[in-house]
């Protein structure tokens, strides 16, 4: 089994829709997480940190279950510019950040 | 907003020379790493630093890698002998508490 596992889509989803990434784990000793976006052949981005249960920030609201080991990232009334790769990235408290392939969102007019 | 910048933006060198990426990490950051990327593949780490020593590396980061912290201000990853396969999108990232990482633009290597 894969350290992270992500769906690695594409999700095409029409303008104003929501959308919903999954991203499973296979350490549970794992501590923090965090969602990335990144645009085509430009560098990862920190969109959210994702401590406890989880957090909202704005139309984004990214959960955490640890006893299923996966965290999720909602996309509410979904812009044209959130067209990217999502990165679902795992800390298991050391130095080392673990990456999942990402799942590549493409919104739709 | 303090960011992370990286140097070259594209790096172009023959299989088997030596070459150096430049980083300077946001300036109150303490964890530096550096990350590579293939055309179409995932990020992949490499290294992280901290404390002017290497705190964790992946199998990826062999003998032919070296990092180093030369001055306050710059974080550099050298690769001594290139191979084809070295060709990537290396990212250079700091954090100020080994979680949330910040990355730079990348610089483009490519290997003839």
């Known amino acids: 089994r894969k350290e992270v596992e992500q769906d690695p889509g594409p999700f095409n989803v029409p303008e104003g829709a929501t959308v919903a990434f999954n991203c499973t784990y296979s350490?549970?000793?794992?501590?923090?997480f965090f969602w990335y976006r990144q645009d085509c052949r430009k560098e990862p981005k920190l969109l959210m940190s994702?401590?406890?249960?989880?957090n909202e920030d704005g139309r984004f609201t990214a959960q955490l279950n640890r006893a299923s080991q996966y965290i999720s990232l909602l996309i509410r009334d979904s812009k044209l510019s959130d067209s990217a790769t999502y990165l679902c990235?795992?800390?298991?408290?050391?130095?080392?950040?673990?990456w999942g392939a990402g799942t590549k969102l493409i919104i739709k007019p | 907003e303090p960011e992370v910048t990286q140097t070259p933006s594209h790096q172009v060198t023959q299989m088997g020379q030596e070459v150096i990426l430049r980083c300077v990490p946001i300036?109150?950051?303490?964890?530096f790493y550096w990350y590579r990327q293939i055309l179409g593949q995932k990020v992949e780490f490499l290294v992280s630093?901290?404390?002017?020593?290497?705190?964790?590396k992946s199998e990826i980061f062999d003998d032919q890698f070296s990092v180093e912290r030369p001055d306050g201000s710059n974080f550099t990853l050298k690769i001594r002998s290139t191979k084809l396969e070295d060709s990537a999108m290396y990212f250079c990232?700091?954090?100020?508490?080994?979680?949330?990482?910040?990355f730079g633009p990348g610089t483009r290597l490519t290997v003839l």
């Open positions: 990232a700091s954090s100020e508490n080994h979680n949330e990482q910040f």
């Open positions: 300036s109150n950051h303490l964890y």
């Open positions: 990235v795992v800390n298991m408290n050391n130095y080392q950040l673990i």
């Open positions: 630093f901290y404390n002017n020593e290497i705190s964790e």
């Open positions: 350490n549970s000793a794992s501590q923090s």
């Open positions: 994702v401590y406890s249960s989880g």
